[in-house]
């Protein structure tokens, strides 16, 4: 046997007197090498990777994170530029915040489908109830990641993301106002809003985040990987623990296949992650912080786009449910789960309410998220100036029906009326108005607005009698070519020549 | 063997060197960086953004007068543009844009708007030596019967083949529809009438003063006091009774 050289018995005796002291052949090595069930190794096990994906993804928000730091400033008048910096000056800084963007929201989504797996396949149940209930606190933390991200873009999207956080939050009974004080540091949004959310970003929330997934990875390690789940083998907390013993005893090593499909979903994440992020580019910052600016068009990320759908959708007199009940309800639900059921069967195939309840939840989340998404509720605040009269109509209109939609646009209708599908959609598109609403009822819309104070405003006192009748000759055109207006009698031949009613009602203008 | 090491290397050196050279597309375009409105410069993005929407795209088709009009822009002086755009004109549906006059746009933008307007659509072979002069005689609503009368008979040669013989109205031809309206004409400038009737409306197929489609055979351009007189005539019908048009608004309290 050769004889190491004297270089490398010096290392050799480093390398023992290290492992000694922080045993790591004692410890750390049997840990990684850990029994797990052996049917992990087979295509089942690929149900067991989109945990350790949240983990990868974590590890680039904390390395991109910090080049981020190194660059942004967390001050009310330099946030903004520091990140138009990182977008068009510093060399792939725009990179860093595109993947720091998309690895965050990738973490999102690993996290729920991590935990909807969790949850279809029972493995929330005994002995896992800790490791899920520390989960759903993970998932909050992610969450506040998210937001107090979106903050410190400091556009309007975060400034006004802030307000409503903050209206939200003063609506808390007695404590609102204290809240409000400790979140925005001061009575209004200002400087000190953004250093509070930089400290929650940089500091508090992964903090929490570090020290609930120690917790987390403790828990996984302690009770094990629970085993993929077989039709008919149900959980019995009395029998359990020996049952997943005697699986351990025909189990494989974690440090070996479960390891390498953990690592192979990973790297394809993390390329898939990085392509995004170099194909999409940076999410904002959009319009520079101007709280003044009326055409802002504010929105969630993407996340919180379902609630933000459920407020602007729901009843006035639910509002405060929604902000402050409906998401303590939902985490106590959450936390709940495996307290309500914590034995029996964990196959998907004989747990039909947990899937119907998956299906029911992503299918509300979904069409909510779209909603938001698109918030047909808003008003285009541009539309009046910017989105043009389709030409089809205005090569059909005569002079007054001209004139008249030049009115339309004047009063900014079109902010909430859109025609032939542009416009806003607050209202109803207004393309065949005129075979739906008389020439008397279009005079009662407008000038009266929606009857008990509804969402269309009155304009009778804003408009002259000459650009109502105007704007009506326009609005009673708006109708497929051949058409009669709405209101129209075709005379019966009993009764002799009947006067067309829509037409002689209010005046004799021309209706042909 | 080397020669295909070569070949290898060659073409990973060409693929390093297309790599370096390569944008993904994520990269920000430093033409999107993100301008408070007040810093928005360019004329297509400030046209589409504030006149669109009356005006059409690119300046015609819209319902209000087209500004991308050889005829309009030949004609109009620069000032009055720059006036119009500025603060608007009174009573009518074009808004003042200026921002002390709580309109979105700032003085230095007005002005792109307003010189970007024959930058981009005036025509050299137009000239305004040949053309009759913008600017109408009478602003407000005074005119006289003379002018009144004489306006009827350029009326009936230049306007009621398609108007009717009092701008009742036609259903020849194009659908005009009735001009003799008092709520319309109210909503309309002097100036405006007379724009129109020089320029017509080229993209809806109104001729212009000078053309003769639907109009007489024997039909001569009009002049600049034919033009002044049929603005009168149009100006007088402004202040008829309403035929029980009018509407009375039913504002609930």
Redesign the interface.
């Known amino acids: 046997m050769k004889q190491d050289s004297p270089m490398m018995q010096h290392l050799k005796h480093a390398a023992a007197w290290c492992d000694h002291r922080l045993g790591i052949s004692e410890v750390w090595l049997p840990m990684m090498r850990h029994p797990v069930p052996k049917s992990v190794e087979g295509p089942m096990g690929w149900w067991y990777v989109f945990g350790s994906a949240s983990l990868t993804f974590l590890m680039i928000q904390i390395l991109t994170g910090i080049g981020l730091a190194m660059v942004y400033v967390p001050s009310a008048s330099e946030a903004y530029e520091s990140l ?1 910096y990182l ?2 000056e510093q060399p792939l800084g ?2 860093l915040r ?1 993947l720091h963007y998309y690895a965050g929201s990738g973490m999102v989504v690993m996290v729920l489908v991590h935990m909807t797996q969790v949850f279809l396949q029972g493995a929330y149940k005994y002995p896992r109830e800790l490791t899920w209930v520390v989960g759903v606190f993970l998932l909050l933390c992610v969450l506040g990641m998210f937001f107090s991200g979106q903050i410190l873009r400091w ?1 309007p999207d975060a400034y006004w993301g802030l307000a409503v956080a903050g209206s939200m939050a003063g609506r808390v009974p007695f404590l609102g106002p204290v809240i409000v004080h400790t979140l925005l540091g001061g009575d209004i949004i200002g400087g000190e809003s953004l250093s509070r959310f930089f400290t929650l970003h940089v500091f508090v929330i992964p903090g929490a985040l570090l020290g609930l997934l120690a917790v987390h990875l403790w828990l996984v390690l302690r009770c094990g990987v629970s085993k993929p789940p077989r039709p008919g083998e149900s959980v019995d907390p009395r029998t359990y623990d020996a049952e997943y013993e005697q699986e351990l005893k025909n189990g494989v090593p974690f440090l070996g296949e479960a390891m390498v499909k953990d690592m192979l979903f990973s790297a394809l994440a993390t390329i898939v992650v990085v392509l995004i ?6 999410k904002g ?4 912080p ?1 709280p003044t ?1 009326g ?1 802002a068009n504010p929105r969630p990320e993407w996340p919180f786009l379902w609630i933000f759908a459920m407020l602007a959708l729901s009843p006035r007199d639910v509002e405060t449910f929604i902000m402050l009940v409906f998401p303590v309800v939902v985490i106590v639900i959450l936390v709940l789960v495996p307290f309500v059921s914590n034995r029996g069967e964990r196959s998907p195939s004989r747990r039909p309410v947990a899937v119907l309840v998956v299906i029911v939840t992503y299918t509300a989340l979904g069409v909510l998220t779209y909603l938001g998404a698109t918030a047909p509720w808003s008003p285009k605040m ?8 389709p ?1 089809s109509m ?14 339309f ?2 009063k900014n209708c ?1 902010n909430c009326h859109a025609l032939d599908g542009i416009g806003g959609r607050r209202g109803p598109d207004l393309t065949d108005v005129g075979t739906r609403l008389t020439r008397d009822q279009l ?2 819309q407008v ?2 607005g929606t009857p008990g104070g509804g969402l269309m405003p ?1 304009f ?2 804003q408009i002259t ?6 704007l ?1 000759d326009f609005l009673v055109s708006l109708r497929p070519e051949g058409t009669k207006p709405a209101g129209w009698a075709t005379p019966e031949p009993s009764l002799g020549e009947a006067p067309p009613q829509a037409a002689a009602s ?5 209706e042909t | 063997m080397r020669h295909a090491a070569v070949t290898y290397g060659a073409a990973l050196a060409a693929m390093l060197a297309a790599g370096c050279g390569y944008t993904p597309p994520g990269k920000p375009n430093p033409a999107d960086r993100p301008r408070t409105p007040a810093q928005i410069t360019d004329f297509d993005f400030l046209f589409q953004q504030n006149c669109t929407g009356c005006h059409g795209d690119d300046g015609k088709f819209g319902p209000a007068p087209p500004l991308n009009d050889p005829i309009f822009l030949a004609i109009v002086p620069d000032a009055e543009l720059l006036d119009v755009i500025t603060n608007g004109r009174d009573g009518t549906p074009m808004p003042a844009f200026a921002r002390r006059l709580e309109g979105p746009l700032e003085e230095d933008q007005i002005k792109i708007i307003a010189e970007g307007l024959k930058k981009h659509w005036k025509s050299s072979k137009l000239s305004e030596d040949k053309l009759p002069p913008y600017t109408v005689a009478a602003k407000d609503e005074a005119t006289s019967t003379a002018d009144t009368e004489a306006g009827k008979k350029v009326f009936a040669r230049a306007c009621a083949s398609c108007h009717g013989d009092n701008g009742q109205g036609s259903s020849e031809g194009h659908k005009p529809g009735r001009i003799n309206d008092p709520d319309l004409l109210s909503l309309m400038s002097n100036q405006t009438l007379r724009r129109i009737i020089i320029t017509g409306r080229p993209d809806l197929g109104m001729p212009s003063f000078a053309e003769d489609d639907g109009r007489p055979g024997d039909y001569q351009p009009l002049t600049s006091e034919e033009i002044d007189a049929l603005v009168a005539l149009l100006a007088s019908w402004r202040n008829q009774p309403r035929s029980g048009a009018t509407v009375t608004l039913n504002v609930r309290k």
């Open positions: 138009l977008d068009y725009w990179f595109a556009d992020a170099s194909i999409l580019g940076p910052p959009t319009d520079p101007l600016m055409g541009h539309a009046w100036t910017g989105d043009a009269i030409v205005v090569e059909r209109s005569n002079v007054s029906e001209l004139v008249g939609s030049t009115v646009q004047y079109r005079i009662d000038s009266n009155a009778g006192k009698p000459a650009e109502m009748t105007i009506v209010t005046d004799d203008r021309d």
